[in-house]
């Protein structure tokens, strides 16, 4: 189906309001609906209620619950030993023990790069991701050959899914010296300059600042960096990240992964901090660890900062973990929170889907309307509330109007399972392809 196919997606479920109590919301209610898709966009949408006359094609979406499609923002699509045979990492004592093990085992691996990364990019697709920031390992031991084999992977994938690529100095900046070959990377398909721990890496936390800001503003390229140096170092840090930002005008261009510092310190502290984020307009990255503190989201998201949840690598050397789900993260999130009513279920959707929800948080449609693309995620689900708090089958995705992955088809709960071991058999054989040093 080309984008410029128009026709009706029919038997839509959409979200359409809240039903108050005295205890205020309790429930999200849903409708049936039909949506006109033209050219990659949805540009009608009518009640179910009314006969729809039309000489275009329809396709049936059998009530199936329509979320806005999921964004991926913090990812490492080259260093995932998906693809592979099982392997489980060994624990390191330090960081940089990590830093070394990867610096030996990457060049090793870069000859099947584009295949692992598109088996990690399929399990991002199946769980209703239809866009992805991934970062890139550039350094002295593998060159660009990293950032070769992921362009390769997304652009075989790029008619199911949009990408940015973050040029990434895993291995310190200033450390392995590696600003010429990030500012190859920047001419190679590479949109973002990355860093990573300035003082906890580098040991130079503002010669490694402003070299990553140097190569971003030569570069025109927004930055993403790492930040995972904890308490007052890494919270000392983030304020020198906004000082230059300021300087560079680099305003709304600004991205911090992790941050756990914001975690480290007081109320007060994070809620200016925060503040001054949302002024500059800098996102927050989390993956929502479980095992230490993490940026205190409420608090960001009241304040106006942008916040966005990334999966990070699964399955590699740093984890065995993970599945790709975004919806599985945000389920972390919420039951971190404790956001168990339907208004801030239906509001977290924000954190997964690049900003949108489909209501505001008065109960009136936000999502979709016309003009807005068609990215869609089916889920079996009644609602969106119920979609999040049970982690609800995704039935299909459908990406710019064309369905990409899975079927407009609700499944009994024996065919379900049956076509589980199936999709489980044949990715067990996919996941023995490689074989890994």
Not at 148 to 155: D, M, S, T
Not at 226 to 232: F, I, R, S, V, W
Not at 310 to 329: A, C, N, Q, V
Request: with cysteine; hydrophobic share 40%.
């Amino acid at each position: 189906m080309s984008q410029a196919y128009s026709y009706w997606l029919t038997n839509v479920r959409l979200d359409s309001g809240f039903e108050t109590g005295d205890d205020g919301v309790v429930h999200t209610r849903s409708e049936i609906c039909h949506l006109k898709v033209q050219d990659g966009v949805i540009s009608e949408i009518v009640s179910a209620t009314k006969p729809l006359d039309t000489t275009l094609p329809q396709q049936d979406a059998n009530g199936l619950l329509a979320l806005p499609s999921f964004v991926e923002k913090h990812n490492h699509l080259d260093k995932t030993y998906a693809g592979a045979t099982w392997k489980s990492c060994l624990p390191p004592k330090k960081l940089i023990d990590r830093l070394e093990f990867e610096a030996t085992e990457m060049p090793l691996m870069t000859g099947t790069t584009q295949k692992r990364a598109e088996a990690m990019l399929q399990l991002l697709l199946n769980g209703g991701a239809t866009h992805v920031r991934t970062h890139v390992n550039i350094d002295p031991y593998i060159g660009l050959k990293n950032l070769e084999g992921v362009r390769a992977a997304l652009e075989a994938y790029s008619d199911r899914m949009s990408y940015e690529i973050v040029a990434f100095p895993q291995q310190g900046l200033l450390r392995t010296q590696a600003s010429s070959l990030m500012r190859q990377a920047m001419k190679e398909g590479a949109t973002l300059v990355g860093g990573l721990d300035p003082a906890g890496i580098d040991n130079e936390l503002e010669g490694s600042l402003r070299e990553m800001m140097d190569i971003a503003v030569e570069a025109g390229a927004d930055v993403d960096i790492h930040l995972h140096d904890p308490g007052t170092l890494g919270f000392y840090t983030i304020k020198r990240i906004l000082d230059l930002t300021e300087e560079a005008g680099w305003q709304n261009r600004m991205a911090i992964s992790h941050a756990f510092a914001l975690g480290d310190v007081s109320v007060e502290e994070s809620t200016e901090m925060a503040e001054r984020l949302s002024r500059l307009g800098a996102m927050i990255m989390t993956t929502v660890p479980i095992n230490r503190a993490m940026p205190p989201v409420p608090i960001l998201h009241e304040k106006g900062v942008r916040v966005a949840l990334g999966y990070d690598g699964f399955y590699d050397s740093w984890s065995p973990y993970g599945t790709g789900d975004m919806l599985e993260k945000l389920n972390r999130l919420v039951e971190r929170y404790r956001w168990v009513d339907e208004r801030s279920l239906v509001q977290s959707l924000f954190f997964i889907t690049g900003g949108k929800t489909t209501l505001d948080r008065a109960g009136n449609r936000a999502w979709p309307k016309a003009g807005d693309e068609a990215s869609i995620v089916f889920a079996e689900a009644s609602c969106s509330a119920e979609a999040i708090a049970r982690r609800s089958r995704r039935a299909a995705v459908m990406f710019k109007g064309k369905v990409v992955h899975g079927a407009l088809e609700r499944r009994g709960e024996n065919e379900c399972q049956a076509r589980r071991v199936e999709a489980e058999r044949s990715q067990g054989g996919e996941l023995a392809s490689i074989r890994l040093p």
